[in-house]
Nanobody, 119 residues
Framework: QVQLVESGGGLVQPGGSLRLSCAAS????????MGWYRQAPGKEGELVAR???????TYVDSVKGRFTISRDNAKNTVDLQMSGLKAEDTAIYYC?????????????WGQGTQVTVSS
């Protein structure tokens, strides 16, 4: 089992910045990728950003140029630096990791942290 602990959500004005952090602990193997999903009220969840162990990244189009994902493989942490925040970024953000071991994939989720962008 892998445990994920998130921090860094909150209330911010449009145009502001926030940094989300997620730390993984427990029976960690590959952590093939670490990333962030978000779920906004009345909308489908979406993958915001993820970073593979190799350093490759993916971002949803709506956050490109505004959000930056980073990870520390030695510390098993992943951060999401969010800038130029917009009201439509308001959502619960969940840390997600994919761990591969023994030929099987395991998905783990954090408890979620609220990000609210409002004036």
């Amino acid at each position: 089992q892998v445990q994920l602990v998130e921090s860094g959500g909150g209330l911010v004005q449009p145009g502001g910045s926030l940094r989300l952090s997620c730390a993984a602990s427990g029976s960690i193997h590959s952590l093939d990728y670490m990333g962030w999903y978000r779920q906004a009220p009345g909308k489908e969840g979406e993958l915001v950003a993820r970073m593979f162990r190799s350093g490759a990244t993916t971002y949803v189009d709506s956050v490109k140029g505004r959000f930056t994902i980073s990870r520390d493989n030695a510390k098993n942490t992943v951060d999401l630096q969010m800038s130029g925040l917009k009201a439509e970024d308001t959502a619960i953000y969940y840390c997600h990791v994919l761990d591969i071991f023994g030929g099987r994939s395991y998905n783990y989720w954090g408890q979620g942290t609220q990000v609210t962008v409002s004036s």
